[in-house]
């Protein structure tokens, strides 16, 4: 979009607020290294972004429109072109760079070991991987268990993605895979007293959940007067008066 339709017109999907949101991820995708430079080097030298604290390469996208152009999933067929893309980006910034990707194309190509190597290899510093291949879309089960092949097959931070729609199913997701933590995408939407209950709760191994998170996907979806309703099922957190104000990204770390 930045190179084809131009900065200002990308910005609408970039912008964030860093006293509301914490740190600040702008997630790409593409197929050409080149294009990744220009696009990249436009954000860090944009006054408005230039302090966005992490880049991510979405290779893990299933979705028609986006394989079909050779991006997404589909660079999990072509992992040298991904390598190229990963260590040029990395020639041209200083901040954290992660790389999402999904266990493989499909059930007969399920390369993730050896691509969540070649991405350590050239320069990724985490990886998130969603337990499923581009052609579960997705159906089916995510395979936590996968997860922790990859984990043992790399040296870097792995998160781990899919089907994590409860507290109890991230406790669990963590349990299984061994995952340095959990992304959330799509069901964010759990639910602030869920959260709450996590954090709350040293019953589990996995404690300290950061449930402000979830603020920030509430002003963008319901309006801040949501986000305040939100913010009130904490009041009893000890983090509670940080909440409305001092909000992450939706990755989770335990």
Known sequence: SIVYSGFEKSFRYMQFERELEGLGCIQFFGSDPEDFKFAIRAVCEDERLKNVDII????????NKVVKGQDGCALMRNPKLAMKIVSTIKSVISKPLSVKFRLGYTQDEMNFKDYGKMMQDAGADFITIHARTRSQMYSGKADWEKIRELKNNVSIPVFANGDITTVESAVECLKISGADGVAIGALAKWGSTACHTYANNRSYDYCGLDCSGFVPWAIRNGGYKYAQNL????????????????????VVMP
């Open 56 to 63: 991510d390469i979405n290779m893990g996208c299933p979705v």
């Open 231 to 250: 913010a009130g099922n904490f009041k009893n957190h000890s983090g509670a008066s940080e909440v409305s104000l001092d909000c992450d990204s939706p």
